[in-house]
């Protein structure tokens, strides 16, 4: 067993989406940040935000991923790219020995995602793919369930719907007008938080949100996912219909041991709800049922002046943050795996492609399995 009041001391690959990432890393007493690196060719904007968490933190800047990795003392790598460089800085960490704590979506690509399972398992590190499980909401669904309180678990759904803006509504763009360039889109989203979809590759609201709400089925079912059947649209957002990628989606998924899931997701925008959006967790057993809303507990707050577009309600108790890095130390002390491995993360990976794929053919995917 490790020194369990050991400092482990993490560098950060690449800042450019949020970085809530790399700040709970910062923020937890058991880590330490020692560094920011990426790669000397990434463009001007990149630079620039690494730059600029670098020096809020008082650490330096090394335009040089495997440079920075061999001149400081390193325990892992926080990973918060673009998504489609995700695996790359996460392969390169785990092949220098490091443990990898990574941003999500995991990757945009599941060979990527393969590729990395791989690595963990042949560098013998730690990987932990960023989720929500540890939400108060979360935390007493699975009390719930594990308690057989409900029975035997039969079936499970999720609404997940963010009240989040992505840009101008659809139908807003006039005739003449070019299209939406989805990654100048995200940099100009940055300022008020909605890139989750950071990259130069266009993703929908499956890809980007879709392991929230597939973390939560994993985590209280403990079952695969085998088969989806999806229908997808893009009903809200210019930005989606420039890029022919989703922003609503329905998905059924059949799971082993006879359970039955689904999900709805979508970015619906903020004049659609008065709060960061609807999200429930319905779960049925063989002895009665639960409906949980992810969102509580909640204080509502109104005040005089209030600006419009400042949400009501206010989450309280949410220690999601600080309890994932808990979790990471506990895994980096005994040799567990963390809450979310690289096998749970690509396996929900794998079924986010399968439902983009029905989504497209309106046929069911078979989920592909890892070889």
Known sequence: MANPEKTFRACVLSVVKHDYLPRAVAAHPRFELLVVADDADQPDWVHERNQRFADEFGIPYVRDVAKAIAEHDLDLAAVSSEAERHCDLAVRA????????????????????????????????????WNRNYLPALIQAKEVVQSGAIGELHAIHVDFYFSKDAGPPKGARQPGDPPINWLERQIEAHADGSDGGVGIEAMGELQIEGIYPLGYIRMLTGADVRRVFARTATHFHQANVDNNVDDLATVSLELDNGIVGSLCIGRI?????????????????????????????EVSIHYRDQPPLEFKNKRIANENDFLLMDDFARALDTGCEPILNARGGRDIAATVFAAVESGETGQPVEVTPLK
Request: proline share 5%; with cysteine; net charge negative.
């Open 94 to 129: 785990a092949d220098a020995g490091l443990h990898v704590i990574a941003d999500k979506p995991m990757s945009t690509r599941l060979s990527e995602c393969d590729q990395l399972v791989e690595a963990v398992q042949r560098n013998n590190i730690k990987f932990l793919l």
């Open 269 to 297: 925008g903020a004049a659609s709800h008065p709060d960061i959006g609807e999200i429930k967790i319905h779960a049925i057993g063989s002895r009665g049922g639960i409906v949980i809303t992810e969102a509580r507990p």
